[in-house]
């Protein structure tokens, strides 16, 4: 009997989980077993593996072979364990020395001529190797940009399994990764570039220095999603952790560019109003694979035409907005996909949505029912909402020159500074994540400041919701005045992003 251990690594999301693969080789039926609840993909390794050990001119061993995956219990999905399987069978029989096997993480899938390809998922894979002190990686070729990211981590690319072969016996080297350099920006679209609208150019401002969420609503060709579309710019850029987190959920996704690995700039991600609440949220069968409002995670995800989207998908949103991530459970299992980002809707007031508001020709009971497809309960977690209103050639002519992205960004970045030097002791970033009872006790403002806001909620004109948010903002609203704390005209005006009539 022959008995031979690699590690590879499942994952749950975007949390990785080493898995032992063990091959057992003895006399008797001929026969190939792989147990350790493998997904149909990773079952049919057994073929990929024997075809691509032969046509690499290996032997594959004579006998009954039973190949484990451990932990038993944890579902296995995909076909990244095929490298780890081949090379414990070769070290079972005797074929390559298992030296440099412990330690050592094998990731890859083979085809059957002996091709190592790509895989989704090496970066989280990595990480997760990385954390649980695992210092030698083997990955394919085709995936060392990604599997550079990771430090303190001795990652080797193999572009076929002869190549892992020599290694292992020690006659090659394989391809070590190039350390990744400075990467181009990203190009982000120039706020100059929108006219006039200086009611909505203040509101993507304000969303932008507090992280609040953003309605807009006007007519057609107003210009709702050239300003959405430049949200991204006034943002900061990633840091380093947030960075890793947000180009492994790309790498799960399978849409990490070669060119541009590395995730710097906050995602823009504008689905189709037809997209299924599965690839919205994330889904899938076995285990859920990340959706849009994962990929825009850090970043913004962008609704044009939100009242065409349906209820049910909407509402779906309203878990991930308060918490700041999604949980989908499965029959392979439960996954945990971050989703903290900024959303941003833009609908027509109407169905028929004419340029001019005077030429609607929808009655009131249709307007009602248009917007009414935006509910109760997801408006009031949207912070801002502004009514845009049509370009004149007048205005248009009087507006001006615009100011730039850059000039916008250098006082969203020292807002934001402001208010990051604020809540560093406890955790939060922005003003947007602060709980309404932290504001209302240990920041409380004085009667004189809130008492527009109290008239507010004792006629029922905002929620108790809604006045937390309105809070955040004020406070928003006084970082970008470089004031200590908000004053009754920050509440006032906080109050009227809230406006129902702007929705």
Known sequence: MALARTWAVALLGIDGRLVEIEADIRSGLVETKLLGLPDAGLREAKDRVRAAIRNSMQTWPEGRITLGL?????????????????????????????????????????????????????LPGLLAARRAGYQCAVVPAGSLFEAALVPDLRVSGAARLADVVAWLKGEETLTAPVAPGEQAEAQVPELADVIGQPEARWALEVAAAGGHHLLLTGPPGVGKTMLAKRLPGLLPR??????????AVHSVDGSL??????????????????????????????????????????????????????????????T?????????ARQRGSVRYPARFQLALATNPCPCAPPREADCSCSPSARRRYLGRLSGPLLDRVDLRVRMRPITAM????????????????????????????????????????????????????????????????????????????????????????ADRPDADHVAAALEFRDRRAA
């Not at 990633?238 to 180009?247: I, P, Y």
């Not at 991930?320 to 989908?328: K, M, P, S, V």
């Open 395 to 482: 205005s248009a002519h009087e507006v001006g020159e615009s100011e730039s992205t850059a000039q916008v960004r250098a006082r969203v970045l020292e807002a934001r500074t402001r208010a990051g030097e604020r809540w560093a002791g406890r955790g939060w970033r922005t003003n947007a994540e602060v709980p309404g009872p932290v504001l209302r006790r240990e920041f409380g403002l004085p009667a004189s400041a809130t008492a527009v806001l109290d008239r507010g909620l004792d006629v029922g004109a905002v929620t108790a919701r809604g006045a937390d948010r309105c809070l955040r903002i004020a406070w928003t609203l006084s970082d970008l005045a470089k």
């Open 320 to 328: 991930a907005l308060e918490e700041g991530e999604i949980r989908i």
């Open 257 to 318: 560019s070669p060119s541009t690995p590395m995730v710097r700039v906050p995602p823009f991600v504008a689905p189709h109003h037809s997209i299924s609440v599965a690839a919205l949220v994330g889904g899938g069968s076995g285990l859920a694979t990340p959706g849009a409002i994962s990929r825009a995670h850090r970043g913004v995800l962008f609704l044009d035409e939100a009242c065409e989207f349906g209820q049910q998908r909407l509402e779906s949103l309203r």
């Open 238 to 247: 990633l840091s380093d952790e947030d960075s890793l987190e947000v180009t």
């Open 70 to 122: 451990s932990p038993a219990n944890l579902p296995k999905v995909g076909s990244g364990y095929d490298l780890g399987i081949a090379v414990a069978v070769l070290a079972a029989s005797g074929c390559v020395p298992a030296t440099k096997l412990p330690g050592t993480v094998l990731i890859g899938e083979l085809a059957l001529d002996g091709r190592i390809r790509p895989v989704r998922g090496v």
